[in-house]
């Protein structure tokens, strides 16, 4: 399988002078390609024997400050940032011949953050938060089931539920940032950003 990419190109002078204005163009038209759910993104993550893991995760708000979503801290992804916490977040956007990735260090949101954040989910997904203790074992389906039920009769649609002290965000600080542009004959566009310690510089990389 081969797909042929005939894209505009990607140039210097294009781009916004910082990434995260530039993320924001890319989002945009994702969004206006009508992408399914444009803010999944591969997260990557470093175990303490060096092996390497990925899930996808939604991104739920960015900034200057970096990007954030938010897990179980005791999920093998929470684990493994807390022993390691330099990341790779990956945004796929086949549908429009873009990809964006992201290298940098997670640190964890403040406990005010999580719980504004929190309080937007709805109702089922707060629950949900609570009766997964997640990439733990389960012994079955209907144990998770069960469980889920408990916490529905404890708190109906009305009730406050407050958010888990074991789940709350991250937020990325990027250090590289890298716009990818797929082009005709493989001679696809990557252009990084890159971190110093006044201001970001941008290369171009090889295809």
């Given at each position: 399988m081969r797909a042929h990419y005939r894209h505009e190109g990607l140039r210097e002078a294009d781009l916004a002078p910082e990434p995260f204005e530039q993320f924001a163009h890319w989002f945009h038209d994702a969004e206006a390609a009508g992408l399914h759910e444009p803010n999944?993104?591969?997260?990557?993550?470093?175990?303490?024997?060096?092996?390497?893991?990925?899930?996808?995760?939604?991104?739920k708000?960015?900034?200057?400050?970096?990007?954030?979503?938010?897990?179980?801290?005791?999920?093998?992804k929470g684990r493994d940032i807390e022993g390691n916490p330099w990341v790779s977040l990956l945004f796929p956007w086949h549908g429009i011949a873009r990809q964006v990735v992201v290298s940098g260090r997670a640190r964890r949101t403040g406990r005010a953050e999580t719980t504004a954040y929190f309080?937007?989910?709805?109702?089922?997904?707060?629950?949900?938060?609570?009766?997964?203790?997640?990439s733990s074992a389960v012994a079955s389906r209907e144990e998770l089931d069960e469980l889920y039920a408990s916490l529905a009769a404890r708190y109906p649609e009305s009730a406050d539920v407050p958010a888990p002290p074991e789940w709350g965000g991250y937020r990325v600080a990027p250090e590289t940032v890298e716009f990818w542009q797929g082009r005709e004959n493989r001679l696809h566009d990557?252009?990084?950003y890159r971190r110093t310690d006044t201001?970001?510089?941008?290369?171009?990389?090889?295809?």
């Amino acid at each position: 399988m081969r797909a042929h990419y005939r894209h505009e190109g990607l140039r210097e002078a294009d781009l916004a002078p910082e990434p995260f204005e530039q993320f924001a163009h890319w989002f945009h038209d994702a969004e206006a390609a009508g992408l399914h759910e444009p803010n999944a993104m591969v997260l990557s993550t470093v175990g303490p024997e060096g092996r390497p893991g990925s899930r996808t995760v939604l991104l739920k708000a960015y900034d200057r400050a970096g990007f954030v979503f938010f897990t179980h801290y005791g999920s093998r992804k929470g684990r493994d940032i807390e022993g390691n916490p330099w990341v790779s977040l990956l945004f796929p956007w086949h549908g429009i011949a873009r990809q964006v990735v992201v290298s940098g260090r997670a640190r964890r949101t403040g406990r005010a953050e999580t719980t504004a954040y929190f309080r937007t989910r709805p109702h089922g997904s707060q629950l949900g938060a609570w009766a997964s203790r997640q990439s733990s074992a389960v012994a079955s389906r209907e144990e998770l089931d069960e469980l889920y039920a408990s916490l529905a009769a404890r708190y109906p649609e009305s009730a406050d539920v407050p958010a888990p002290p074991e789940w709350g965000g991250y937020r990325v600080a990027p250090e590289t940032v890298e716009f990818w542009q797929g082009r005709e004959n493989r001679l696809h566009d990557r252009l990084r950003y890159r971190r110093t310690d006044t201001a970001w510089t941008i290369e171009r990389l090889a295809p």
